[in-house]
């Protein structure tokens, strides 16, 4: 069939696109090609090429091109189709014998086996076939998948290589003239086994294009120009200070020891630093000048392409503040640009800019952001290893940029700190511009803020406010679907606003998922009691672990359509996750891709879209962070706004970022504990969103799943008043992640579940996607007085605005 014009024009920017996210962790000799060959293709993701993740961020495209079709199509010859064929044996009966073990294991321990199976890893099979392909080249995809349910594992065919595939690709790098190793990851694998291949490709997961950008690649027609959005490193290097997959509380003892902040500050060289990547050309950076303008530093760069091919660079900014009272980590992301496309020998004079203030830390007896006094050393460079200290920025006096409040308790532990942090040094004579005394002004934060009850609302009675609070409340319904299908008006939609009082002027929202595009059934159907998808709308990782009756059921029920039946389509299209999408360190593209949503989003019929995601990865072991952008908040808030821009531009359409907050792990997701210090909570965890908010203005938020300190984000009234509303400036409609309220905690967790009256009472405006159970919690509540009739007035208010700006945009 024939794709739509907007299919072709959406899917030739994600091509483009895709180069931009892709990087070299090690490149020598052999490539690009100069013609298509014949290719000896190998690995798990030759023939099943992933361009995303699992769980509510897949997405339904028309059709996707793999690995070897697009290297067939591109006019390669593959050599290897029986070792395809004999490798995708071996992977069926891997999985199968999976799935029944998860299912074995689920019923023994009296456990649902949806929920174990949930986005749970099947670690690489260990298998041996002949590596017998014919020709010169030699191109091994490898390949990892992990999705929201499950967190990954340090074991070989996960994090981990497995036996036969270190053997397997450094048999390979032996056996061909010319070979690549290519990474069609989410995240992180440990490469310290394979480090002598000479061509490591970060592919990642590009959404429809993944197989396409490859032979763009591999021909020389594109260029990669990303960068790491997270550290790379071996396995046993990564820290172990703060725990991780905890069951119930999970201590951040880390504290703001993230990812690089720890590596760089205990001297430790990872494998791949942040901000690494290799690409078919070679760049210089020279920095230029430095100038402070009241609290805004300007920074500028010459960048010159001094290879032999066009390509892009991403100058990077990073900054070493004083250690005084407050121990700081040895530097920390400042600012970021990326070049236009540099002919070879050709330069671009790249500026970026920030401000004093984002340089301050959170000084907890004081409840206060704090420039400390001392120098600041500004390197430049292109990545967090290789840098050129390039001014100092003095302060004399210790200065408070904001006073804030104290949010989030105590933790019962100290933060760790390096014991002999690294020292940033700055050579003779630098630079030094003086930061004038009075030039930072401390802000004060208007906490306690009367909010507004639109005149609309008055006359609402308690029930009308209580069904506009649980989404898409319907009295006659049950619960309403897991993910991916609580919409009555769109087919394949998450979830939606209460359409029972469209009579008295308030619009349905309704709302579907992300990041990595817009997640909608493929085909649906429609009479008079709304639409129906047609074929799944689960998620595999879901269906595969349902009962054998029960995925018969829905696949005859799902799948059978009348002849003669009107069949409507919503084809949308799959992009770089976000990982990768970070990975291109472009705001420019960042904003096309929100485009492209806000775009099919207007197509379908969809107001809300459940992404951003802009949690940071925290632990490379986390399922969930291929939908996220970085283990920097900077790099995240900047990449979330940028999105949420593209989005925003189309009339009626904004976005919900998510999951608000210290959302860092998958393991038992809906009652776990983040113990984290309002320090670390405030310059790393909270930071993304709070850029997110003031560069990209969201209409709407998502809270997370888990507690922090022991609250449930979700009834976290300082979270959500104090600091997103207060603090951040945040004017839009917060929501619940989905089903929080109705029990799907696992029966041995000790947190128990929020509840929709608790919620509400926080100001947390909707509980998603609604039921009965929750409409009855809000009555109760009103009733027993926990929660008043003015703040629920107040939550349905904003969602009555919302929904009236979206349907009158
Ligand atoms: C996920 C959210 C998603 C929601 C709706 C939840 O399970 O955590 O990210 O937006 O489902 O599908």
């Not at 794709?3 to 024009?9: A, P």
């Not at 895709?18 to 013609?35: H, M, Q």
């Not at 030759?46 to 070897?68: I, M, P, Q």
Request: glycine share 10%; proline share 5%; with cysteine.
């Amino acid at each position: 069939m024939e794709m739509n014009t907007y299919e072709k024009e959406h899917s030739a920017l994600m091509r483009r696109a895709g180069a931009e996210c892709a990087l070299f962790l090690k490149r020598g000799s052999g490539f690009p090609l100069d013609a298509p060959c014949e290719v000896a293709l190998y690995g798990s993701g030759a023939r099943n090429t992933l361009k995303g993740g699992t769980g509510s961020g897949d997405v339904n495209s028309r059709c996707f091109v793999t690995v070897e079709q697009a290297l067939q199509g591109a006019g390669f010859t593959v050599t290897t189709k029986d070792w395809l064929t004999a490798y995708e044996e071996e992977r069926g009966a891997a999985r199968r014998k999976f799935i029944k073990q998860i299912k074995t294991e689920a019923r023994k321990n009296h456990r649902n086996a949806i929920m174990e199976g949930m986005g749970a890893v099947m670690p690489e099979p260990e298998y041996d076939i002949p590596l017998n392909g014919s020709g010169h080249t030699a191109i091994y995809v490898l390949s990892r998948i992990s999705g929201e349910g499950s967190d990954r594992s340090p074991v070989p065919g996960d994090i981990l290589l497995s036996r036969t595939e270190v053997r397997d690709i450094l048999a390979l790098q032996n056996q061909y003239q010319k070979f690549m190793l290519v990474l069609n990851v989410g995240g992180v694998v440990d490469l310290s086994p394979v480090l002598n291949v000479e061509n490591i490709l970060l592919l990642s997961q590009l959404g429809v294009e993944t197989g396409n950008v490859l032979a763009d690649i591999l021909l020389g027609k594109a260029n990669p120009s990303g960068k790491l959005s997270a550290t790379w490193s071996a396995w046993r290097d990564y820290p172990t200070i703060g725990a991780f997959g905890c069951f119930d509380d999970t201590p951040y003892t880390e504290g703001v020891y993230v990812g690089y902040r720890y590596f760089d500050s205990v001297g430790k060289k990872p494998l791949f630093p942040f901000g690494f990547g290799l690409s078919y050309t070679e760049f210089t950076v020279r920095p230029g000048t430095v100038t402070l303008d009241g609290e805004t530093v300007t920074v500028t760069a010459a960048v010159t392409n001094t290879g032999s091919r066009a390509g892009r660079e991403v100058v990077q900014i990073y900054v070493s503040s004083p250690a005084g009272k407050l121990d700081k980590p040895y530097q920390a992301l400042a600012a970021f640009a990326k070049t236009r496309t540099l002919e070879p020998g050709e330069t671009e004079e790249v500026t970026m800019n920030f401000k004093l203030r984002e340089l301050a830390s959170y000084d907890e007896d004081m409840s206060a952001w704090v420039l400390e006094r001392g120098d600041y050393i500004l390197r430049v460079g292109s990545s967090s290893a290789d840098t050129v200290p390039t001014a100092i920025l003095r302060l004399e006096n210790d200065a408070v940029t904001v006073q804030a409040r104290s949010c989030f308790g105590k933790t019962g532990f100290t933060d760790w700190k390096p014991e002999c942090p690294a020292v940033a040094e700055a050579p003779d004579g630098l630079y030094v511009l003086q930061i004038p005394a009075g030039d930072i002004v401390t802000q004060t934060v208007a906490y306690d803020v009367t909010r507004p009850i639109d005149p609309a609302i008055d006359d609402l009675t308690d029930n009308e406010l209580a069904y506009m609070s649980v989404g898409a409340f319907d009295p006659k319904a049950g619960v309403l679907s897991v993910i991916g299908n609580a919409s009555q008006s769109v087919a394949g939609a998450a979830g939606e606003t209460c359409g029972m009082l469209k009579d008295k002027g308030i619009p349905v929202i309704v709302m579907a998922d992300g990041p990595a595009g817009l997640r909608l059934s493929r085909d649906y159907t429609v009479d008079a009691k709304g639409v129906h998808p047609i074929g799944q709308t689960m998620p595999d990782g879901i269906i595969d672990f349902m009962p054998a009756p029960v995925r018969w059921f829905m696949n005859r029920s799902g799948s059978r359509v009348k002849p003669g039946t009107d069949v409507r389509r919503q084809y949308c299209t799959a992009m770089p996750i976000g990982t990768a999408l970070a990975q291109s360190w472009d705001l420019e593209l960042a904003e096309q891709c929100g485009d492209i949503v806000g775009d099919e989003m207007e197509r379908f019929g969809v107001r809300l879209w459940l992404a951003p995601a802009l949690n940071i990865q925290r632990d490379i072991r986390c399922g969930r962070n291929f939908e996220y952008y970085s283990e920097d908040p900077l790099l995240s808030g900047k990449l979330a706004a940028a999105v949420t821009r593209g989005v925003q531009k189309h009339p009626g359409r904004a976005v919900t970022i998510k999951h608000f907050a210290a959302n860092n792990q998958e393991t038992n997701r809906y009652s776990n504990n983040s113990q984290v210090s309002e320090r670390a909570l405030r310059e790393i965890y909270l930071r993304g969103f709070g850029v997110c908010v003031t560069e990209g203005q969201p209409k709407a938020l998502m809270t997370s799943y888990n507690l922090i300190n022991g609250v449930h984000t979700s009834e976290h009234r300082e979270l959500i008043e104090d600091i997103l509303r207060c603090e951040f400036g945040f004017d839009g409609v917060v929501m619940t992640d989905w089903i929080v309220s109705i029990g799907m905690q696992s029966k041995e967790a000790v947190h128990p579940a929020p509840n929709a009256g608790r919620i509400a009472a926080a100001g947390n405006d909707l509980t998603m996607p609604g039921c009965n159970d929750d409409y009855r919690a809000i009555m109760k509540a009103l009733a027993d007085g926990t929660l008043t009739r003015e703040q629920l007035a107040i939550n349905v208010s904003r969602i009555y605005r919302l929904a009236k700006a979206l349907a009158e945009d």
